[in-house]
């Protein structure tokens, strides 16, 4: 989840909340079957931080890259 607060990641019932202050960067692609949105956080301190998310299709990969880069630009506008 990407909003105004981060970027939280949960992967089995566990959250690891990376708040915006400590945010170096935020990297995401296609993972090697074309169906997994792997998102990396950059901590300031360089720790890399990564999680895949499902998406089951394809053209929903599409649609999730397609809004992505907005919604990053809206809530981390330096990066």
């Known amino acids: ?7 939280a990641f949960e992967m089995r019932g566990v959250t690891a909340d ?3 202050p400590v945010v170096r960067s935020v990297h995401y692609r296609s993972g090697p079957d074309e169906k ?3 998102v990396a956080v950059v901590h ?8 895949g998310v ?3 299709r394809r053209e929903r990969l599409r649609e999730w ?3 992505l880069a907005a919604v990053l630009g809206h809530y981390r506008p330096m990066g």
């Open 1 to 7: 989840m990407v909003d105004a607060s981060g970027v």
């Open 44 to 51: 300031v301190d360089g720790r890399v931080f990564e999680c």
């Open 54 to 56: 499902d998406a089951k």
């Open 36 to 38: 997994v949105l792997m």
């Open 18 to 20: 990376f708040p915006w």
């Open 65 to 67: 890259f397609a809004e």
